[in-house]
């Protein structure tokens, strides 16, 4: 398996995004975005570090207000000054594309890479197909980036694999045509509209066998944080189905420990869900084991029983 990341940079269609491309023999590798590429001989790369940034952030076992909010802060980009390198944004943002070259300058290697392949496009939503704004609901995407994403799954299977509700990505993006993986990979649904697939083949609709008895818990969780956090200036509590989202972007970080410890009293109740963190935003879900990654490898194994490509050999893309 070969691996590289690279920057997708098209100005005309406002496409600019990282990708990695995972080149295999077989559907069942995968590869993640965060996956560090080789180090180019000469260049020195600045590491952010991501220590504080918690994977899960524990509810019960008594733990520390303290290390949500250190974790809070570590998800903030004002926070990468703090960085021992001192270096300017402008500086970051250099080593970072020199890590991740164009990918348009590297379309050679990648149409070489993808001959005799079927490529599948995996898409996130918030952050690469829309900009990052101040109100969740507000997250919409250009109509350039939409006819942009409609050529690419005219070509290729194309799925959007999104934290958020699969009803809401798809009242952003509308278009039938593609695959949806919402709350965290948790509901994912085939294309409504024409495709590639063989005749016949059913769109495929998943749900891991246990997620819909949290539907419930969920809901009352959700009301329970509208409530407990209504004081808190700012923060928006968002109802992602399967999931629950708390932002911060808008709290003054003065009151992060205080929203930080209404999360908690309502949380310590449920110890069937769990604390992760995105971008200023506290993730609460279900403590199934199911996440991104296993849809990725749901939807290419359902891809395999519908292609007909003789040996079938899928070359996924991760923006
Ligand atoms: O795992 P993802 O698909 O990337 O979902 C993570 C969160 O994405 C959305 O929040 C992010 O975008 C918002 C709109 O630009 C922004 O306000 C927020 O600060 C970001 O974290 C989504 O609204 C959340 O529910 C997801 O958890």
Redesign the pocket.
């Given at each position: 398996m070969t691996k590289q990341n690279v920057l997708v940079s098209d100005t005309k269609s406002g496409l600019s995004m990282a990708i990695t491309v995972a080149v295999t023999n077989s559907s069942s590798l995968f590869t993640t975005a965060a996956q560090k590429p080789p180090a180019v001989p000469g260049t020195t790369y600045i590491t952010i570090s991501k220590k504080k940034l918690l994977e899960n952030l524990e509810i019960n076992s008594g733990a520390k207000i303290n290390a949500w909010v250190d974790s809070m802060r570590a998800s903030s980009p004002t926070h990468l000054k703090s960085t021992p390198s001192l270096l300017s944004v402008d500086d970051v943002h250099d080593s970072w594309t020199q890590q991740h070259p164009s990918a348009l300058e590297m379309f050679e290697q990648i149409t070489n890479a993808s001959k005799g392949k079927q490529i599948v496009m995996f898409l996130?939503?918030?952050?690469t197909l829309?900009?990052?704004?101040?109100?969740?609901d507000r997250?919409f995407m250009s109509d350039a980036m939409r006819a942009t994403v409609r050529k690419v799954a005219r070509y290729f299977p194309t799925a959007i694999?999104?934290?958020?509700c699969r009803d809401k990505v798809y009242s952003f993006v509308q278009l039938a045509e593609l695959y949806y993986a919402g709350s965290?990979g948790m509901d994912i649904k085939g294309p409504s509209k024409g495709s590639q697939r063989k005749k016949g083949a059913e769109a495929v609709l998943f749900q891991p066998d246990t997620a819909s008895e949290f539907l419930p818990m969920i809901d009352e969780v959700y009301e329970a944080l509208l409530e407990k956090t209504k004081s808190t200036d700012g923060a928006i509590v968002?109802n992602?189905k399967f999931?629950v989202?708390v932002?911060f972007?808008c709290v003054d970080e003065r009151k992060w420990v205080e929203l930080a410890q209404q999360v908690k009293s309502v949380l310590k109740d449920y110890p069937k869900l769990r604390l992760t963190q995105?971008?200023?935003?506290l993730?609460i879900r279900p403590t199934i084991k199911w996440d991104?990654g296993k849809a990725l490898e749901f939807l290419l194994e359902s891809l395999g029983e519908f292609y007909v490509l003789e040996p079938l050999i899928f070359l996924p893309f991760f923006l």
């Open positions: 996130d939503y918030d952050g829309s900009p990052i704004v101040e109100d969740p997250a694999v999104s934290g958020r965290h968002e992602n999931c989202s932002h972007r995105g971008r200023k935003v993730e991104k």
